[in-house]
């Protein structure tokens, strides 16, 4: 029968505790997200100016704003692949919650398709949850089934999701 020691015998080694503390401490402030850098609001603003929006709407749309560049860049990407009126495109970027998947739901149904104009295609991308996956939707349809634009968009936005094996996969005995 072979006996174990409960304990393991401890090697003072405060050489290593410094080095660990040391790395630690010169590490960490390196870590440390800085605000220093280019203002999102600043930014955001100017963008949103160059873009063609309202000087009191861009104050305000940047300031409301969790992520003010997210919602400039939404702006700025869709009224340069598209000729939707930029008071339109910032309503929808300013409300939506992933603003940056829904200026890539945009451009990528105006790109495929080819539209030229369409504020269904803004307000649709805007209100699906998964912006990505409904334009890859929108898409898909169009050209596979030949459907015009205005059916892919009500057919993918109606889709909604449905949740397959929700029975309980436990079993009671008695």
């Given amino acids: 029968m072979v006996n174990f020691p409960l304990s393991l015998p401890r090697f003072p ?16 402030p390196l870590a440390m997200p800085t605000t ?8 955001c603003s100017r963008r949103l100016l160059n873009a063609g929006i309202a000087t009191d709407e861009a104050a305000t749309a940047c300031a409301r704003a ?8 939404c702006v700025v990407g869709i009224t340069a692949a598209t000729a939707l009126a930029p008071d339109d495109v910032l309503s929808a970027c300013s409300r939506d ?23 269904r295609v803004l307000e649709t ?5 998964l912006p ?11 050209r596979t089934i030949e459907l015009a634009t205005e059916e892919s968009l009500g057919y993918c ?3 909604g999701y449905q949740p397959e094996n929700v029975a309980p996969t436990f079993i009671f005995a008695r």
């Fill in 36 to 43: 220093a850098g280019a203002n999102d609001y600043g930014s």
């Fill in 132 to 142: 990505l996956s409904y334009s890859d939707c929108v898409v898909g349809l169009s």
């Fill in 97 to 119: 919650r992933r603003p940056q998947e829904t200026a890539s739901c945009v451009t990528d149904i105006h790109r495929e398709l080819g539209l030229a104009e369409s504020k």
């Fill in 66 to 73: 969790l992520h003010p560049d997210r919602v400039a860049s």
């Fill in 13 to 28: 080694l405060p050489g290593i505790q410094f080095a660990i503390a040391t790395l630690v401490a010169t590490t960490l």
């Fill in 125 to 129: 991308c805007s209100l699906s949850l």
């Fill in 157 to 159: 936005i109606s889709a």
